[in-house]
């Protein structure tokens, strides 16, 4: 073979990834995306939820602080829904609620009624949706003391 013969059978020879190739790989870093998008979805799901769980608890503890801390039941307090960050903004609720701070991204709903004393009516309620998180926990008190805690309750977010 002469070595005009050979450079031109090395040159002819092409290097590089087919069409093929380069489809198959688009679509694995596709795929994986995708999967990673929706891990990054629940993890802020969560985060979001225990956001308003550690609301409630915080809500519980302030409720009970309102409900001893003066020698008479507290005013009663509507159903309000606050949406804003920062201390409760309603007189009554705050009241009921001493130093409750509401946190960012998070409605959060509280009742009391100091009238009820029987176990079929709902002395006081909170509720604690986050605003990134399909789903919210309530806590109920009824007139006889029964206290119960519904949490993973699927929600429509702070709308």
Request: charged share 20%; proline share 4%.
């Amino acid at each position: 073979m002469s070595g005009r013969h050979i450079h031109r059978r090395l040159h002819s020879e092409e290097s590089g990834f087919t069409l093929i190739e380069l489809i198959t790989v688009i679509g694995i870093i596709g795929v994986l995306s995708a999967l990673a998008m929706k891990s990054v979805t629940i993890y802020k799901s969560d985060a979001a939820y225990s956001v308003a769980e550690k609301t409630l608890r915080d809500g519980k503890i302030a409720f009970e602080a309102g409900l001893t801390s003066t020698e008479t039941d507290p005013a009663p307090v509507p159903l309000t829904s606050q949406n804003a960050q920062g201390p409760v903004s309603n007189a009554a609720a705050s009241a009921l609620l001493p130093g409750m701070q509401i946190p960012r991204n998070t409605k959060f709903q509280v009742f009391y009624d100091p009238t009820c004393a029987a176990g079929a009516c709902e002395q006081g309620r909170i509720q604690v949706d986050h605003c990134h998180s399909l789903e919210y926990v309530r806590w109920i008190r009824f007139g006889d003391g029964l206290e119960i805690e519904l949490d993973h309750v699927g929600g429509s977010n702070c709308h």
